[in-house]
């Protein structure tokens, strides 16, 4: 049997004692199609206020948005990848495969600028991802690019995804969030 290393924090069970997070991790397993609830949300949990607000906006930022989800699942590979939130890029690694983005593309993250295997979109989205997670936000150059190559609404979706989830990444590699055994198979629906 193997052994899930430690957060460092306790997780919630799976049935939490406090009936509004009882609720949410019912609607999670839900989106999640039955899968257990995700340990960032039994991590989560312990800030009742927060998790639900939380996992909405995350829903919404997922299911309800414009931008193309194949650049923002891209997007977000790079930004774990760079703040090294192994859950984060992990999890999002399936979602972006799903979404169309290639193998050979993910594989070819850590040298984007050099590679001839992204186009000015992707190029745009991941210069985005870059200046997030690595700056105090996206810089002026980005932000004209990205002006250029979408419309407005799109522009404000990927920055805020972008900033949410330069964001998360920080939380995850703060509570120490590991991976659930078969979190491969852990796609969300809109449920």
Known sequence: MTSTPASRLPFLPEEPDNPQVREIFERLRKRWQGAPVLHLYRL?????????????????????????????ELMVVRSGKLLQAEYEWKHHWVAALEEGVTQKQLDA???????????????AVLALADDTASGTGASEATMRELATLFPTQEVAELVITAGFYAGVSRIINSFGVPLEPGFETMVPRDA
Do not use: C, H, T, Y
């Not at 040298?111 to 992707?122: M, N, T, V």
């Open 44 to 72: 989560l949990g312990w800030a009742p206020g927060l998790v639900g607000p939380w996992q909405e906006f995350a829903q919404a930022m997922r299911f309800r948005v414009n931008a193309p989800a194949r650049l923002r």
């Open 109 to 123: 993250l850590d040298g984007w600028k050099e590679s001839d295997l992204f186009d000015a979109r992707e190029r």
